[in-house]
């Protein structure tokens, strides 16, 4: 009998050990972070992700365009949107159709004299969106602004000018002789 309840106390410590690190396990696991899906992705995966409610990011480029209570923005997840000084690779992205106040919380579009916000989009994702002309599209419900934009410095190039003065000069120079030359 006292090895019976040897044995019985021995499962109990052990099913409270085990009890106890699954505790532990649930009290700090977090919720796990939305993956954020690439254009690439779901383009190569579109009847995959059709219909699906994905999170997707990348620089807001191009205009907001306020269509009523909504908006069009475009948002660019190619390698340039990460690192505007590399020039590099292909230029890719998702069309996003969101509320217009949720728009507006972008303050900088990327273009020529601007580096676009970065933003985090979830919604769904519509391989060909029988609202907007079939067109492939993501109808947001959530926006948040990852990364501010900002202006873009364009320094003045000294060296392109003078190479600018040396080839016109050089044209001028080809120009006149080859007019000395049907004169004679």
């Known amino acids: ?53 994905v999170t997707f990011q990348g ?28 020039l590099a690779g292909y230029n890719s992205g998702m069309a ?10 972008i303050n900088f579009v990327g273009n020529y004299k601007n580096k676009g916000d970065i933003v ?7 391989k060909s969106c029988a609202k907007h002309s079939g067109d492939m599209d993501i109808h947001a419900s959530y926006i948040k602004i990852i990364k501010p934009g900002y202006p873009i410095e364009h320094k003045f190039q000294t060296n392109k000018l ?5 080839l016109g000069f050089a044209a001028a120079v080809f120009f006149a002789v080859n007019k000395f030359w049907r004169l004679k």
């Open 162 to 166: 003078w190479w600018a003065v040396i």
């Open 96 to 105: 996003v159709w969101c509320k217009a106040d949720n728009a507006a919380y």
């Open 59 to 86: 620089e807001a480029i191009g205009d907001v365009m306020v269509r009523g209570d909504y908006a069009w923005i475009h948002l660019n997840d190619d390698p340039y949107a990460e690192s505007p000084s590399k």
């Open 1 to 53: 009998m006292r090895k019976h309840l040897k044995l019985y106390s021995l499962k109990m410590k052990i099913l409270n050990s085990a009890l106890i690190a699954v505790a532990f396990i649930l009290i700090f696991a977090g919720p796990a972070p939305a993956s954020i899906i690439s254009s690439q992705e779901l383009v190569e995966n579109d009847h995959f992700y059709d219909g699906k409610t």
């Open 120 to 126: 985090e989009i979830t919604g769904v994702f519509n």
